[in-house]
């Protein structure tokens, strides 16, 4: 398999020295797993693994049709069931309004949509929650679901975009209207005249499809009440635990340190856990209700088609390139389904809008985007929540590049900003670029697949054998590990037990960034120890604050605060070892925990154990005045986006008979700054690109005219399976960020290149036949519908 | 419903319960005999996470009932770890070469795959990708879940494949 | 996702089984591999208040031969059909439709029996049985009958078993010397139900077509035989065989319907493709088996 590897760090500048004193063992080392042993055994533990005494289990009862007035809701013959403790409607609920909405949202101008945690006397979606059982297992609140006397009288639903904004029939009657979020950026006179006089205007209207984030585990909570305490203590399938924390708190209007959440293992969650849901926030009411603890996991048919959906997005764009074919000017005009309750991170128009240049010197863009409501699961995070933009940008430079007859990877580079570009401030003034290789990785992933060879092969298989072989690329950067609000602090506890062992303390919700390995490395490094004896916990609000698990943030703003506080521990380290060696603190070393004066191979030392028995044990034997112990919380707050990037690069044979896709060869060039451990790093862009080529090629979440959901089965709702993807190979450029220990966010690049990457290489084998396709999926069914329309 | 007590053998250790016939294995594993590896990730049989080995044959634990396991010896992917605990060699494999992120898939995966190699113990790469297509994975693009198949073959033929470990850094 | 609560029966032998079934009518059904069976349940998209269990009915599993037939036991499971070395001699068509079905743990239960009385219309072994005039032997308290595929498939999820009746066996008729076969689909996935597949036999005598079968699945409700295809083969040169004019013909007797996966249209378009493709390969083998 083509490996390549460019290191960039001698271009770089501006950077923090890495690592003074230890001996970089661990960090940019495939260190194996920590969390693999529990996992590979069947030991984690996840959210349904927990049992508590007097445990009870709830049900929701969801509305089988899209929209419609509740006219008839009597619980009464579930309630007479054996077995059933409860059954809860609406009016059970004392919720107040506001409690659930993201923090992050709350800060940014609050909810967009009315949040009814159950039905009041209306539905809104199919799998809308109407009423709730509690039960004494699972079986037998399904049992009692079907007892609940229901009638809803059905409404013309609105199913979908072009529907919502006609306005017609309305998804939500307190707003009165189904559009939301507009933003608008008008094009100046300078840029109408770009797009109007140009040497070329391209414009096309580019669909992607519904897809939901389907993590193996489902959603799920344990939520206990202690009326005695007044504490709630939660088990939770989630990213965010002090997220959690809070709404909860808010919901119960109660302290903060009134709740407690934990938990060990999450079975992933790519966005749909980041934030507090509807149905988890009924089961946090409801614990206090109930006075046992509340158990509710989600079954996979609630997951489909009720938990959130994400990609349902429109976009008519206009690019205008001068004589030379660079682009001077862009312009979209974005449209999202917002489905009926977003949660979380809806409202994604705005970012794709602001994003529309990508790592093109492309002098001016505008855009427009707004958000629709309509009667279907609402829209949350998946995964790149905005990847939109690089969905239109790199279709429309392939377009553009067909339709003005230039090689796309030619048309790319005349574009393509350049090292020397660096920084580059955006059209909209509100970024900088900076420590990104969109062109050096262009350059390797066209080395590597072997662009000339494969236009030849190409050309020759179509000639001769009729073949219809293709080839995409994209080509992206990424505004990584944010630096707003919330998202641009993290703190750890880095802390030393008397013999000599490490334990971090992290407010991350892990959901499988192996972030007990990758952030024990950054400790171990700063620190001189051993990977193997710091111990990261993480996943408990019983940690400092953090914004959670997500946005690619981990790698920069987690690890700063764990670099941070091992530094400072490190130091007292080397006070107390100076004392009981009598040395110079300055010229000692630390390797695999033990302590030495540098240059010195045969002399004295100590060893950490030593040190700390002496900070907490022997503590007369600490310079006098030294406060006692070894241990120091530190923050890390973000001062600016790190820029990932790549480049990706397939080939594809489109079946003519059958409309079946099937790869070649999958390329990704990436730049992730300095890898912390290159196996999870490849681990995490192989994930994202098979998420990013379901969603062109076999994901696809489906409502009939009624607003039916047609694909609310593992069956139907096709998730990849180790047949259908292609085994991807990896280039690595490594661009150090400013960020302490030069990293940058990669969690969702996989996710974000690979759709259009995969549209562009069909869409490039369908050319050949002088076929054009702008919509995901591309299905064999939407496959064979365009290939019947070639002459 | 009445309640039917079974019997059953549950990585070895001799397990009794009384259920309701509609329990499911895979409940009756989880709540009853402490064999929380089964994952329910579908509960209809597509996705491969409570994948269990009854009377040595790979099924899905979601598709049956306690009851039809009476008297049946179960192994889960608990029970294919080695009695002083260390990984199986499915298991190690797994964490060589980076087949699992959350983990939720995991178990069933081993178990899975202990099965296919049972029956074919020198798999070429398009058998382990058929092989492996009835579990599904959302985490890991399967790219490491392929390299430790093949791994998993060549240790268990003798051969080894290279995977670079480096828990002790350099 | 967890199914009603239902009376569990687990009889040990045929006789038993028809019992209970006929004791308690239309609320009591078979639970063979309980592949489909219990993924209804759960979604509770179907509920019984008696299953009947057959898997300890040792009577329903084996295969043998009886005049010129191979006969299954309904309960024979899947994997065992398909890694049985005789069945591929002497029920090709059969051992090639086998890896199709589902993976390998779904086929380590999944019982020959459970996927024709299934008969769901994207099923392999329907569209096998009716391609090689299978006849399906069902037992009730009043005896034995045996019913052609032709007859027993019904409509979508319907077949000729009655209230009270059970699938017992399975009889595939074993073709003579100069017969091959090719069985081929095209799914969305790796074990995914199939979108549109095709069975196709061909026995030759001197060069000339004498027997020909062809059958769609997912092509319409049941499985569908391309009878006028079929007359039109007989006599034609098995070397010269125009296979796309064959499955042009042959496609013309099906009338499948859109879903979410593929339209009519296109599923046509496939079919006609997989029946080109599968003409092909049985004609070949079937001169090798000359
Ligand atoms: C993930 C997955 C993928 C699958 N893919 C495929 C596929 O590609 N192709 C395919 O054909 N199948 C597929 N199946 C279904 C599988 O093959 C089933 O085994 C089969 O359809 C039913 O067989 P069973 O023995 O499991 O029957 P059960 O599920 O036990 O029963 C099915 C139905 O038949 C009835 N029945 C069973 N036996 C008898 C009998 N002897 N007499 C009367 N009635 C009886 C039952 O009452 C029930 O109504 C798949 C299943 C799963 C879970
Ligand atoms: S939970 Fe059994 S197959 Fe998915
Ligand atoms: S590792 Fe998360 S689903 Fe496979």
């Known amino acids: ?791 | 419903m009445s309640e039917v007590t079974v019997h059953m053998s549950v990585n070895g250790t001799a397990r009794r319960g009384r259920v309701e016939p509609r329990k499911t294995l895979a409940d009756f594993l989880r709540e009853d005999c402490v064999a929380t590896s089964v994952h329910l990730a579908c509960e209809h049989g597509v996705c491969g996470a409570c994948t269990v080995i009854v009377d040595g044959v790979a099924s899905r634990s979601c598709l049956m009932f306690a009851v039809q396991a009476d008297g049946a010896s179960i192994t889960t992917a608990e029970g294919l770890a080695n009695p002083d605990g260390s990984l199986g060699i499915v298991q190690d494999a797994f964490r060589q070469c980076h087949g699992l992120q959350c983990g939720f898939c995991t178990p069933g995966f081993v178990v899975s795959v202990t099965a296919f190699l049972q029956e074919n113990a020198d798999p070429s790469l398009e058998e382990i990708r058929e092989g492996i297509a009835g579990n599904l994975c959302r985490c890991t693009g399967y790219q490491g879940i392929i390299k430790a198949v093949q791994h998993a073959a060549a240790t268990m033929a003798g051969t080894p494949t290279a995977m670079t470990t480096s828990t002790e850094g350099n | 996702m967890k199914p009603a609560p239902f009376e569990y029966h687990a009889p040990e032998t045929i006789a038993d089984a028809v019992g209970l079934l006929a004791q308690h009518g239309d609320d009591a059904k078979p639970l063979a591999g309980g592949q489909s069976l219990v993924p209804l349940l759960s979604l509770r998209l179907t509920r019984f208040d008696h299953l009947v269990d057959l898997n300890k009915i040792g009577a329903l599993s084996g295969i043998s031969r009886d005049n010129g037939h191979v006969v299954i036991g309904a309960m024979t499971r899947h994997r065992a059909v398909e890694l049985d070395p005789s069945i591929a001699t002497s029920v090709p068509m059969l051992a090639a439709a086998m890896p199709w079905i589902g993976h390998f743990q779904i086929r380590n239960r999944g019982t020959i029996g459970g996927s024709i009385a299934h008969a769901d219309p994207a099923a392999e072994l329907p569209a096998v049985a009716a391609a090689l005039d299978a006849e399906l032997e069902i037992t009730s308290k009043s005896g034995v009958r045996r019913v052609a595929a032709a007859d027993f498939f019904q409509g979508t999820f319907m077949t000729a078993i009655d209230t009270g009746e059970l699938l017992t066996a399975a009889r595939f008729p074993v073709w003579g010397k100069g017969s091959g076969f090719a069985f081929t689909e095209f799914a969305r996935r790796s074990g995914d139900f199939a979108i549109a597949g095709v069975g196709v036999g061909l026995e030759a005598t001197g060069g000339k077509i004498t027997r020909a079968a062809i059958a769609f699945m997912g092509m319409g409700p049941v499985p569908v035989r391309a009878t006028d295809a079929e007359k039109a083969l007989l006599g034609v040169s098995i070397a010269s065989l125009d296979a796309a004019a064959v499955a042009r013909v042959a496609v013309g007797a099906t009338d499948p319907t859109g879903d979410v996966h593929a339209s009519a249209a296109n599923r046509t378009k496939i079919a006609t493709h997989l029946a080109e493709q599968a003409l092909t390969r049985a004609a070949s083998n079937a001169a090798a088996n000359a």
């Open chain 1, 1 to 791: 398999m083509a490996q390549a590897h460019v290191p960039m760090a001698d271009k770089h500048r501006d950077r923090a020295p890495l690592f003074e004193g230890t001996a970089a063992r661990f960090v940019g080392q495939k260190v194996l797993r920590k969390e693999d042993p529990r996992l590979v055994t069947g030991h984690g533990q996840y959210v349904d693994d927990i049992v508590l005494p007097g445990m009870v289990h709830a049900a929701f009862l969801r509305s089988n049709v899209a929209k419609g007035r509740i006219t008839k809701l009597d619980t009464s013959p579930a309630l007479a069931l054996d077995g059933v403790i409860a059954v809860y409607t609406h009016a059970d609920l004392r919720y107040v309004p506001g409690t659930i909405v993201a923090t992050m949202m709350q800060a940014m101008g609050g909810a967009a949509c009315p949040e009814n945690l159950l039905a009041t006397d209306d539905v809104r979606f199919v799998g809308d929650c109407i009423a709730v059982v509690v039960a004494e297992s699972r079986y037998i609140a399904e049992d009692a679901l079907e007892l609940i006397d229901l009638v809803v009288v059905a409404e013309t639903p609105v199913v979908n975009l072009e529907e919502a904004l006609t306005d017609t029939h309305i998804v939500h009657k307190e707003l009165g209207t189904n559009i939301t979020g507009t933003i608008d950026i008008p094009r100046d006179p300078h840029i109408e005249g770009l797009l109007t006089e140009s040497a070329h205007v391209v414009t096309a209207t580019f669909n992607q499809a519904r897809q939901t984030n389907s993590p193996m585990e489902t959603r799920g909570i344990v939520a206990s009440w202690d009326r005695f305490r007044g504490e709630l203590q939660l088990h939770m399938s989630n990213q965010n635990p002090h997220e959690m924390r809070r709404r909860a708190a808010d919901l119960l209007a109660v302290d903060e340190s009134k709740v407690h959440v934990a938990q060990q293992d999450v079975g992933g969650g790519f966005g749909q856990k980041m934030f507090m849901p509807r149905e988890e926030a009924v089961i946090v009411l409801l614990s206090r209700e109930v006075g046992r603890p509340l158990k509710w996991i989600e079954d996979r048919r609630e997951n489909l088609m009720a938990s959130n959906h994400a990609r349902r997005d429109r976009a008519t764009v206009t690019f205008a390139l001068d004589a030379d074919k660079k682009i001077v000017a862009g312009y979209v005009d974005i449209n999202e389904d917002a489905g009926a309750y977003p949660f979380g991170g809806a409202g994604a128009g705005a970012m794709a809008g602001m994003l529309l240049q990508g790592p093109y010197k492309l002098q001016r863009t505008a855009f427009k985007s707004y958000a629709v409501f309509t009667n279907t699961c609402g829209r949350a995070a998946y995964r790149g929540p905005w990847q939109f933009e690089s969905v239109i940008r790199e279709q429309m430079v392939e377009h553009v590049a067909r339709r003005i007859g230039i090689d796309p990877v030619e048309l790319r580079r005349r574009n393509v900003i350049q090292w020397e570009d660096l920084p580059w401030t955006t059209p909209m003034q509100v970024m900088v670029y900076d420590n990104m290789s969109p062109a050096e990785t262009l350059d390797q992933a066209v080395e590597m697949i072997g662009y000339e060879a494969f236009r030849a092969e190409q050309k020759r298989a179509f000639e001769e054998e009729g073949r219809l072989l293709g080839i995409g690329f994209s080509l992206y950067i990424e505004p990584s590990a944010q630096n707003m609000g919330a998202l641009a602090t993290e703190g750890a506890t880095v802390q030393i037990s008397g013999t000599g062992k490490v334990d971090v303390f992290m407010g991350t919700g892990s959901h499988g960034q192996s972030i007990e390995t990758t952030m024990a490395q950054i400790v171990a490094e700063e620190l001189g120890v051993h990977v193997d004896d710091v111990e990261v916990h993480q996943g408990d609000s019983n940690t400092p604050f953090g914004g959670g698990t997500g946005g690619s943030r981990t790698a920069s703003i987690v690890s700063g605060a764990g670099r941070a506080a091992a530094i400072q521990v490190r130091q007292k380290v080397f006070q107390i070892a100076a004392h009981l060696l009598e040395a110079n603190p300055d010229d000692l070393e630390i390797d695999s925990s033990v302590i030495s004066v540098k240059g010195t191979p045969a002399g004295k030392t100590v060893t950490l154990a030593q040190v700390s028995h002496t900070a907490l044990y022997a503590t007369e034997g600490l310079p006098p005045g030294m406060e006692t112990g070894l241990e120091a919380t530190a923050r890390h707050r973000q001062e600016a986006v790190t820029w990932s990037n790549a480049c990706h690069v397939c080939t594809v044979e489109i079946n003519r008979n059958t409309g079946a896709v099937s790869f070649a060869r999958y390329i990704v060039s990436e730049d992730c700054g300095l890898m912390i451990n290159p196996m999870v790093v490849e681990g995490q862009v192989a994930g994202g690109v098979v998420q990013g080529i379901a969603g062109v090629l076999y994901e696809d979440f489906r409502y009939d005219a009624d607003g039916n959901p047609l694909t609310t089965t593992f069956m139907d709702y096709l998730l990849p399976t180790a047949a259908e993807v292609p085994i991807i190979e990896h280039g690595h450029i490594e661009t150090p960020s400013n960020t302490p220990g030069g990293y940058k966010g990669m969690g969702e690049g996989g996710a974000i290149g690979a759709p259009p990457c995969v549209f562009n290489a069909v869409a490039d084998a369908l050319w050949l036949l002088g076929v054009e396709v702008f919509d995901h999926p591309l299905g064999p069914n939407e496959i064979l519908d365009a290939l019947a329309t070639a002459g």
